[in-house]
C-alpha cells in the first residue's frame, strides 16, 4: 500500500471481518464490506463511543480493498495536532478512503475547509469515503456548516456496544485466531477484573498470548493475574 507507506501508517494484520464480532451491527458491516469492494454506498459516516470497534472496521476495510487490488489508505486523526491538512491533497486518486477520529477535526478552521474540499472531490472523482468518530456529524463541533450537511449525506451508523455474552464470544473469537487457548472461566475473570472496552480487552490478550509463550503455561486465573499485574 505505496500511499498508506507514505503516510507512515499501518494496518494491524488482525483487524479482519474475519475476527469482528458482529453481534447487532450486520446492517452495519454488509454496507461496509461492499464500500471495501467498490460497490454500494459512496459515503458512509461510522460513530460509537470509544471501544466499540471503529478503528477494527475501518481497518478491516483497508484489509479487503487491498486484496482485490483497490488502493485503499485509513488515515486517523488521533495526531492531527501533528499532522498538515495538505495530507488530504491527492487522496481522492485512490479507490478507498477511511478517515478515523474525525471529531478532533472540530475547532481547527483550515482542516475543515480542507475536509469539505476534499469530500467534494472524493464525490466528483466517484470514489470511496469511510468517515469515523465519536457522534454524529451534528454534534462534531464543526463551524463549516456545509461540512455537517456532507457529512450528513451518506448512509449514518451507529457502531453498536456488544453486551457482555458478545464480549465474552468476541474474547474466544480473537484468541481463536490467534491460536491461543482460552478457557471461559478465564474470559469471565478479564471482562469482570479488567477494563471492559473491546479494544482494552484485545490488548491484554495479545499481552497474555506473549506471556504464555515465554512462560511456556497455559492460561490459568493465578497466571493471569501475575501476568496482566491484576
Known sequence: MTEQLTLGIDLHEDTTFSNYYIGENAQLVTALQEIARGRGEQ??????????????????CCHVADKLKLSPVYLPFKNIADLSPDVLDGLESLHLVCIDDVDLMGGRPAWEEAFFHFYNRMREENKRLIVAGSVPPQELGLALKDLVSRL????????????????????????KARGLPVPMNV????LNRWHRDMNSLFEALSTLDHASLVAKRRLTIPFVKEALGV
Not at 463511543?49 to 481497518?59: C, D, S
Not at 449514518?156 to 473469537?173: G, N, Y
Open 152 to 175: 450528513a449525506w451518506g448512509m449514518t451508523f451507529q457502531a453498536q456496544e456488544l453486551s457482555d455474552e458478545e464480549k465474552l464470544q468476541a474474547i474466544m473469537l480473537r484468541a
Open 187 to 190: 474470559a469471565k475473570f478479564l
Open 43 to 60: 459515503f458512509i459516516y461510522l460513530w460509537g463511543r470509544e471501544g466499540v470497534g471503529k478503528t477494527h472496521l475501518l481497518q478491516a
